[in-house]
C-alpha cells in the first residue's frame, strides 16, 4: 500500500509534531489517505542499456551532443531525474545538446552484497565509464555526487558536476550527525542479519532531519487539487522506494563519510588513491542548495565554481521553479557556454 513507510514511525512522529493539536493531526492523516487512495502508477519505461557490470547498467537517454554520465544516489531509485514525460532532467537534457547516460544501480546481486561504498565505485562505477573509451562528462547528485568526485579521481573525466552532494560531513552538524549515529547504532544488528538495509530502515535516517517539513507537506497535502496530489505522489512513490543497501554501503556510509567525515578531512581512499577535490586538474560545477537539510549548503565540497539555488534537495530538480533556475544554467555549463 501506498504511504510513508515505516507507517508507524512516521505516525509516531506526526503525533509529537502536532502534539496538543489534535485537529491538525487529523489533516496529516487526511493527506496520508489521499495519497494511499491516488491510483496513478509509473509509465515511463527504462531506456536502454550500453553497458553492464553486475547489477549496475548504464541507459542511454540519447541526444547528439557530448556525453554526460549522470550518478544518482545509490539509497533511492535514479527515476527522480526522469520522474514524468513532462518533469524529465535527463530527457530534457537530451533536447539540449547533450548525451545523458544514466547510472541505474538495480538492486545487488550476490556479487554486490560483498562490497562496500568505495569498492561499489572502483568495481562498478569506475569500469563502466572506462569503457566508454572517451572521457565524458560527470554529474552526481546527492550521494552519487561523492561517487563520481572519486571516480573522477580515478578514470578520466572532462568535466565533473556535483549536485547537492554531500563531501564535508562535519558540515551537518553534531546534532544531525549524533542523531544519525544513533540510528545507525540501533539498525545496525539488524542489518547485519540480513546482510544489507532495507528502505524501511533507512527512512528514518532522512526523516530525522527535518521532520516539522515532513509532517507539514503530508497536511497541506489534506487539501490539495488533483494535479498537486498526482504530483505528489510521483515523487513520494520514488522516495519511499529502493533496493536494500547491502551492509557494506551502508557501514562505509555511516561510519566512514557521516561520523569520520573521512572525504572533508582529506583521508578517503578509493581504488587505493586518496580522492584529493583539489587536484582533479578539471572544471567543476558545485551546484549548491541554501536550502537544503539532506545535504546541507555547509556539507558541500567548496571547490570549482559554485551555483546556489533557494530551492530543496528534491525541488531544485523536479520543482515549479528547477527548469529556470537548475536545468538551464546547467546545460549551458554542460555545453561549455
Not at 25 to 41: E, F, P, S
Not at 82 to 90: E, F, K, R
Not at 128 to 144: D, E, H, T, V
Request: one cysteine or more; hydrophobic letters at 50%.
Amino acid at each position: 500500500m501506498r504511504g510513508p513507510h515505516p507507517l508507524p514511525l512516521f505516525l509516531s512522529i506526526a503525533a509529537e509534531v502536532t502534539a496538543g493539536d489534535p485537529a491538525r493531526l487529523a489533516q496529516v492523516l487526511a493527506g496520508v489517505r489521499r495519497y494511499q487512495d491516488h491510483t496513478a502508477v509509473r509509465i515511463l519505461p527504462a531506456m536502454p542499456e550500453v553497458v553492464r557490470i553486475g547489477s549496475v547498467a548504464l541507459r542511454d537517454y540519447g541526444g547528439s551532443g557530448p556525453a554526460v554520465v549522470v550518478v544518482p544516489s545509490l539509497i533511492n531509485p535514479p527515476y527522480v531525474l526522469d520522474l514524468a514525460p513532462d518533469n524529465s532532467l535527463l530527457r530534457w537534457l537530451a533536447s539540449r545538446g547533450v548525451r545523458p547516460l544514466l547510472v541505474d544501480w538495480g538492486s545487488p546481486g550476490v556479487d554486490e552484497l560483498g562490497l562496500d561504498l568505495e569498492s561499489y565505485v572502483a568495481q562498478r562505477l569506475v569500469p563502466l565509464i572506462a569503457g566508454l573509451n572517451s572521457r565524458p562528462m560527470l554529474l552526481g547528485y546527492c550521494l552519487g555526487g561523492t561517487l563520481a568526485m572519486a571516480a573522477a579521481a580515478l578514470v578520466p573525466a572532462s568535466k565533473l558536476v556535483l549536485l547537492a552532494a554531500p563531501w564535508r560531513f562535519a558540515g551537518y552538524g553534531d546534532e544531525a550527525r549524533g542523531a544519525i549515529a544513533t540510528l545507525w547504532a540501533g539498525i545496525e544488528p539488524v542489518a547485519a542479519a540480513l546482510g544489507s538495509v532495507p528502505m524501511e530502515l533507512l527512512q528514518p535516517a532522512f526523516w530525522q532531519l527535518d521532520p516539522a517539513a515532513l509532517v507539514a507537506k503530508y497536511e497541506a497535502l489534506a487539501d490539495a487539487d488533483s494535479a498537486t496530489v498526482a504530483a505528489f505522489a510521483a515523487l513520494e512513490d520514488w522516495a519511499n522506494d529502493g533496493p536494500p543497501l547491502p551492509l557494506g554501503v551502508a557501514a562505509s556510509l555511516f561510519e566512514r563519510l557521516y561520523a569520520a567525515d573521512l572525504p572533508g578531512r582529506g583521508e578517503w581512499h578509493v581504488g587505493g588513491a586518496r580522492i584529493d577535490p583539489a587536484a582533479l586538474g578539471i572544471p567543476v560545477l558545485d551546484i549548491v542548495s541554501t536550502t537544503d537539510r539532506i545535504v546541507p549548503a555547509a556539507a558541500a565540497a567548496a571547490v570549482g565554481n559554485r551555483l546556489e539555488l533557494d530551492m530543496g534537495h528534491v525541488g531544485m530538480v523536479v520543482g515549479g521553479r528547477a527548469r529556470a533556475q537548475l536545468w538551464e544554467p546547467l546545460a549551458a555549463w554542460l555545453r561549455g557556454g
